[in-house]
């Protein structure tokens, strides 16, 4: 009879232990899976982000050309501004602007 418990107790016990093993395996695959999920995701996430960042440098890139453009526009709108300052101040001291431009009023 002692043996019959123990041998129904071992049954009961493996079962036991075949039911927990299974729970087990079953939440370690499920937990696996959603890890494997959540890396994927992330993944995903990173590459969205090195996209952006890559047009983000893109933008930056032709920005910073327009703006060195803009700047030698500039140089040179500065250049002949100074050019045309100069030649208006050599017409003013030149003698026909300071006579008076006598060849019109002998005409």
């Known amino acids: 009879l002692k043996v019959a418990r123990l041998e129904g107790s071992a049954g009961a016990s493996e079962h036991i232990t075949e ?16 890890a494997l999920k959540e890396a994927w995701r992330a993944a995903e996430q990173v590459k969205e982000l090195e996209i952006t960042l890559q047009e983000r440098e893109t933008l930056v890139t032709d920005l910073q050309q327009k703006l060195e ?13 100074a050019a045309a300052e100069a ?21």
Request: aromatic share 0%; glycine share 2%; proline share 2%.
């Open 19 to 34: 039911q927990i093993t299974a729970r087990v395996t079953s939440e370690v695959t499920a937990a696996r899976e959603e």
């Open 87 to 107: 030649r208006c101040a050599q017409l003013e001291q030149s003698p026909r602007a300071r006579d008076g431009d006598d060849t019109q009023s002998q005409a």
């Open 69 to 81: 453009a803009a700047a030698a526009s500039a140089q040179v709108a500065s250049e002949v501004a």
